[in-house]
Nanobody
Framework: QVQLVESGGGLVQPGGSLRLSCAAS????????LGWFRQAPGKAREFVAA????????NVEDSVKGRFTMSRDNARNTVYLQMNSLKPEDTAIYYC??????????????????WGPGTQVTVAS
């Protein structure tokens, strides 16, 4: 099983960019599909993006399509979320998740067992 730690969050102005990283420790990183999720205050955790085991397939939630890109580097046991053209509504805690299955854009949030602690992203002027 892997353990996940996110980094790269912070405060950014609207229209700015951030790159989140999620570093994994443990074995068999390449056997896990990875997902990014976010949770704003008072709201449920929601899907943002996911990538398959070798990066051959990605899915991105409609509200961030064209602005966010997910990628992975299995040699570095790391997955990334490049976020461009950030909006205030992107403000949330961003979480990385891992699962042996690749669910595309329909990750069963309640059934995913491996999560990182999260990193705060705040978009404000």
């Amino acid at each position: 099983q892997v353990q996940l730690v996110e980094s790269g969050g912070g405060l950014v102005q609207p229209g700015g960019s951030l790159r989140l990283s999620c570093a994994a420790s443990g074995r068999d990183f390449g056997k896990y599909a990875l997902g990014w999720f976010r949770q704003a205050p008072g709201k449920a955790r929601e899907f943002v993006a996911a990538i398959s085991w070798q990066g051959e397939s990605t899915n991105v939630e409609d509200s961030v399509k064209g602005r966010f890109t997910m990628s992975r580097d299995n040699a570095r046991n790391t997955v990334y979320l490049q976020m461009n053209s950030l909006k205030p509504e992107d403000t949330a805690i961003y979480y990385c998740a891992a699962d042996p299955h690749f669910y595309g854009s329909r990750w069963p949030v309640g059934d995913v067992d491996i999560w990182g602690p999260g990193t705060q992203v705040t978009v404000a002027s």
